[in-house]
Every structure is written in C-alpha cells, then in structure tokens.
C-alpha cells in the first residue's frame, strides 16, 4: 500500500487499489479500542437509471435499498446474525448516492472483515425472499411516509428539482418496490457491486498489509464495466415548485426551504463549494450570528431552526428547517438579511471565528473511526479525501461567502416546504 | 487530585473534591483532538418532593428541564451563543434522575470550562423570561405528547409504577409547567445546584490539575445540604395497570412491554443487577439469540425489535419494543420462552460470546470522551464508578441471568403498552 503522511494533522493515509479495481484505504489509529470498517459501493437511491453496455436501462425507485436488505442472506445462513455472534456490531445504510455496510468490533476484526467482504460480494435471493422483504420495507415505507421531518425535507427536494431522481423517497414507493424481482436484483448487484464501483475503508489500531491481503484473498471477482447514470437533464437555477404545503399530525408547522447549489465538475472546487456554503449559511444565520440572535430572541424561531448544506449525487442544497409558528416570515426575514448582506468588521471576525470552529469540528471528527471511514468513501465518490479539507478551508475568503450569500437565498431561487397541523375546525 | 491506574483497561483516572464538595473526575486521553467537559447535578425529572430543613417540599413536573433551559441567561449575555462564539458546541440535557451542562471544543478548552461553570452556577430569572419560557417549552410538550414512540415508552411506565415520579414525563405538560415562577427556579437552584450535589467530568489531552485549578478558582459556593428525595412509596414486583392501548397517526403498531426491577441500595450491586440484566435480555430475545432468529423469521418481528435494560432514579424496568401487527403475540411468545428458559451448552456459549460482546462495547466506549464523561457521572450518583464494570462483568454467571429471565418476563409482572393506528374505519 501506499503511504500518505498529513504533517499538518499528524494523520497517516495508506492506500491500495486491488488489480479489479477495488479501492482500499486504512488510517490506524494508535491506543483506540474501536476498530472499524466500512465497505460501500457508489450506488444509491438517485443510481436508478443507468447505461450499460450501450444500452439506457431503468430500475424501479427504492432499489438500491431494498438491494441492501436482502444482501445479508447467504444462501446457508444470515450475515447480520453471524458477525453479532462473531463479536461485531454490523450494520448497513443506502443514502441517495451510496449504499454502505459496516462493523465496529475491538477483538476478532479479520473474522468479520473476511465475512462483510463475502456477504455484500455474495448476491442470493429467491422469488420467495424477494416478495416476504417487499412486505416489510412497504412497513418501513409507510412508516417513512407518516413521518412529519421526512415529509418536509422530501417536498422541499420535489420543489427544487424538476428532474433529477432526488424528487423520489429513496427507499421508493410500495408501488414502485412491487416490481421488484430477484433477477433485478441479480442484474443490479452485477453492474454496481463490482470491485471497480466499490471502495473499503478501515480505522482502528490495526497493520494496513494485513487489511490489503484479506480483500484481495476475498474480492477475487473481475473488474466490471462502471455505468454511467442518469439524473435527469440538467437542472436551471430556479425551483420548479415555489410553495409545497401539507396538512400532517404535527402540534407546530415545521419548515424547510432553500435553493439549489449549481454543479462544479471537479471533485477539489466542489468540495470547496461545499465547504463554503456551510461556512456561508452560519454566517448569515448560524448559532452565532446576529441574524440568528434576532430572529431568536423575538420568538420567531427556537432552537429546533438549522442552517446548512445537503450534498447530493451532482447536486447539493442549501437550506434552513425547524418548527414555528409563522415559517414564512423566516423566509422572508432571512432572504432579506441575505439580499442586503455585507461585508463589514464585525462579519469579518465572525468569518474568522466560524473558521476556527469548522477546523476544530475537523479534527474532532479524527477521534472516530466511523467518522474517517464513511468521510473516506465519500470523498473518494467525489474526487476530493477528507485530509486535503483543511487546505480548502484556509483558502476560502469572507467575499466568496457574501456573493454566495447574496445569491443562494435570494427570494427567487427558494422553494418552501411547510407541514401544516391538520386543522381540526 | 488523587490518581488511580486500572491496570486491565490501562486507563487513569483522576478524581478530586473541592472543600464544598463539588466532585472532579478527570481522564486524559493522549492524542484526542477533542476535549469534553460535563458538569452535571443529580437532579432531574423524578426530583420533584425533596425534603429540606426538614420539611417535605412540592414542585411542579418538568421544573428540573426548565432551570436547564434558563441557565443559560445571563444577566448580560447568552451563554450558549457566547460558548458558540468561543469556538466551543454546547449543550445541555435533563434525564429522569440528572441534568448536564457540556461542551466540546478542540483549542479554548479553559476559556470554555470557565464559562460552563459561570453559567450552570449563576441563577438569573425573571418574570418575562420565565413566561417566555412558559410558550417556548409549551410547544415543546406538545411535539413529545404528538410522538408515538415517546408515547408508547411513557405509557409503559405508567402502567408499571403505582407512585414513581417517573410515570409523569419528564418535562411535564402545559399545565404544570404554568405554575414555575422565578422564585421557583431560584429556590430548585439553590437547593440541587450546590457544590456537594454535582459532579465535574472532564476528558480530553490536557493536565487535570489545571481543571481542578479552575474549579477551584470558580465554583466558591459553601457546601449546601443535600435534600432527601422522595420517589414515592415502594412498589411491589406486580405492574399497576397490565395493558394500556392507545391510538395514533401511525402506520403500524408500536409495542413496550416489560417489567420493573426491583431495586438494591448498594452501588456495586445495583451496577452488577443491572449489566447482568442487559446480558439476559441478549441470552433470551437478543440479535444473536435463537428466540430472535425464530420471531424474525417467521415475520412476528422486523428490525425495529430491540430488548434492554432502563435504569431510573432507584429503580430499573427491563423491556422489549418494537413496531409489529401483532404485539400481544410476541408478548406471548417471549415470556412462554422466559418462563421455561433452561440453560444447556447453546446457551452456556451464547452467554461467554455476550460477555465478550459487553466487554468489546465497552472497550469501545473508552475510544469517546463524551462516553467517558456522562458514564462517570452517572457512575458517581449510582455509587459505582464505569472503569469497575469489567470485573463486576465476569462475576455474572448464566444461572444468575437465566433465573433473572424466568422471573422479569414471566407473564405475571408483564405490562403491554400499545399505540395503535387510528381505525379509520
């Protein structure tokens, strides 16, 4: 493997790649109990699309996860219930751009690694399994869509976006995962779980090598053919839905609204667009803000109110939720602090301080295991590893943060999304 | 302060007492980013009838959530943006036997300890806040008493205590609440807010003789008399109410079902009860567990079932929840296996591989200074310090856990608690 030292962090990266492609990175950590691997593949809940060998294939929304929950199945045993019994702590997560799965154990790491490697590469389903799984992710379904925080967020998502795969629930709709069948699921597992489209991540206090030659004694399969996807043609700077109202089962309207963060196609300046707007939005309204202290103290909003950056698969939001009373006079308070921000002294130190702060969540972040792993795939998926942040913050200025300001919660471009208690008249 | 090296864990803690007994506990952790400070009293949602001067005293429920919420005014500033300024994340929280005060930060660690001494020692209310304050967490106790989880839990406790305070919720209703005055929270802060009821957790890469330094230089109070609590009469092993069904806005029912635990006053013992209740609960329904494999197989259960241990002020209930269609049959088909649960070989070696697994969480809890802090004051108000549990760990037998399983799940000491979709008929 190949070492990477950060002096400015005192971190150290090993990375490997197997000849199929599979991309391995370890960062030990010295004196930690924990020991931690997260083995993920770039394909989630937007992957429903896709080309492959020249030809445009479509697959039913929620796939990706219900791919997921059938994956434990071996065709002798269950995978979750063997590395519990082998000590470890296993789970798995598909968000919309990936779907990963993942241990924490102290002793018997290379048991479990050897078992999460054969599980998530070992695809197994039958008709029967397939149709007893669709009745119990429609629960989980149903759940999802009586649930009042999800339902603000996704209309907040369905306004802003006209096309992109987004719009949809990630785990898909009881309709849509009806169509199901254990041959998608073997074509999906074909074309997304090979070596080439995955990546494993390990931290704790552990030797690299042996991490390196357990995958490659287990990921033995070919690199395969990464396809290309589609999330729909692109998307222009304005919402497609400007208000999105339901009445739900709530004692307080909750709200979301914000606009959509316009692509940049190299992993570096989208990381530091990134990294930017979240710099951005604490500035204008964070905890520490005089906005925030305003809006606070003259009871329009409470501490359930957040500001801040949602990354998607090519696309990103920024956006600001919570519960009050009147939704829209925040949105107005806020795109107007917004349209007239300005740089002076005291945003300049405020700028300065949010800096300092982001740096310290940084390295904060170093003291998890699960926090390296996940943060290494993911930048991985997006071109940029999480050791380079520190240099990217440094070199975004207060200006960068003003414009963005300025622009991104301009009334225009905002979508709102309101839950509303059901009137009960 | 007074150091003690365990030896098996390789771990040292340091413990000191200022003279008007305020408690310290320090842990360093070389190379942690993070530092972590939590100052916390023994006071929260069940110390409602405390006895002082003699005399037995009567507050309304939710007042202990409520001093939190307003400690952090200060006569001239807030001190959760001021934290927030400083480069440090507060917060605070009030369980049913405790409230806690903390911060993380990774540089200003001092700056910040000061400030969260300042604050949690300085009572400042007024009227206006205080009605303010009334609205505020009114809403609050309306989003808990709309949530069908909360609802499911609390109407378990409900129907298992006859007299515990832990039968009302923890931060009260809109009713009770009304009655808080300033001179309310200024009476509640003088009493359980004093140095010999409260305990200092730090945990971070720092000299602990500075932290002492520094609770010595802010906390000057003179030591106050710790008030008698009364958590009502003793309950016998029988529930007061043995099901208790209620509809809501969900998609599914939810279950909790269980029994109270009686308790021990003596700090190792009770500590011993409760980590072998928690391997019982794995040794009968846990993931791993045969009776598990069985009830999710056949679709009685889905993921969302979960087994445990609660512990509350002088007491503990052991429980089971989950969402299903058919709860009442998983309440009969575990206690059926309680009750004649037998230990053979199977079991014997499921429980030596859960005791691995609880040592293996444990170890792993050692990786984070939040853990490390919350335990030891937790710890200190139970009488029994995080870093004994290993040994206390091995002394625990499976005949010990088998005859706890027999006896907590046993029909009899059972109560059900249901939420059950809204028949929409």
């Known amino acids: 493997m190949n070492l990477i030292y950060y002096k400015n962090i005192d971190e150290t990266l090993y990375t490997g790649e197997l000849e199929n492609g599979l991309k391995i990175f370890v960062v030990p950590k010295k004196g930690f109990n924990k020991k931690y691997a997260f083995f993920a593949t770039r394909y989630g809940g937007c992957d429903r699309r896709f080309k492959l060998g020249g030809q445009w294939i479509d697959t039913p929304a929620g796939i990706a996860h219900f791919l997921e929950h059938k994956l434990f199945d071996m ?21 919309l751009g990936m779907t990963g799965y993942l241990f924490r154990c102290t002793d018997t790491f290379e048991d479990n690694l050897r078992m999460l490697l054969d599980f998530v590469s070992t695809p197994y389903f039958t008709e029967e399994s397939v149709k007893k799984e669709q009745g119990i992710i429609g629960q989980e379904i149903r759940m999802v869509e009586n649930n009042p925080s999800r339902a603000v967020s996704q209309n907040l998502l369905k306004s802003l976006y006209k096309n992109h795969p987004a719009r949809e629930i990630n785990i898909g709709s009881v309709e849509s995962i ?11 597992h074909r074309v997304f779980y090979n070596p080439s489209n995955m990546v494993l991540c390990c931290s704790g206090d552990f030797d690299p090598e042996s991490i390196y030659k357990i995958a490659a004694e287990k990921i033995t399969a070919a690199a395969g053919e990464v396809p290309e996807r589609d999330y729909g043609e692109e998307e222009g700077p304005l919402p497609d839905r400007v208000k999105f109202e339901v009445q739900m089962e709530v004692a307080q309207p909750l709200f979301a609204f914000g606009s959509k963060i ?17 710099l951005a939005c604490e500035l204008l309204a964070g905890d520490a803000s005089k906005l925030y202290a305003e809006m606070y103290s003259s009871g329009l909003i409470n501490r359930s109110f957040a500001i801040g950056t949602g990354s998607l698969p090519r696309t990103a939001v920024v956006l600001a939720q ?10 107005e308070r806020l795109s107007q602090a917004a349209e007239s921000f300005k740089v002076g002294a005291e945003e300049r130190a405020l700028f300065d301080r949010l800096k300092k702060t982001s740096i310290g969540n940084f390295l904060a972040g170093l003291d998890s295991v699960e ?20 240099d990217i913050i440094s070199e975004i200025t207060v200006e960068d943060a ?24």
Chains 1, 2 share one sequence.
């Open 262 to 278: 316009s692509y940049i196609d190299d992993g570096r300046e989208w990381t530091k667009k990134l990294l930017m707007s979240d």
């Open 402 to 425: 003003a414009a963005f300001i300025r622009e991104a919660f301009s009334l225009e471009r905002l979508a709102v999304s309101i839950v509303n208690p059901i009137n009960k008249g």
């Open 322 to 331: 919570g519960r009050c009373s009147e939704p829209m006079k925040v949105v």
């Open 75 to 95: 065709p002798d045993y269950n995978a979750l219930a063997a590395m519990t019994a082998s000590g470890a702590s296993p789970n798995a997560f598909t968000s």
């Open 371 to 390: 926090n390296i792993c996940h943060t290494h795939a993911e930048g991985h998926f997006n071109g940029c590893l999480p050791f380079e942040y520190l």
């Open 178 to 188: 009806s169509k199901i069948t254990a041959q998608t699921l073997y074509d999906c």
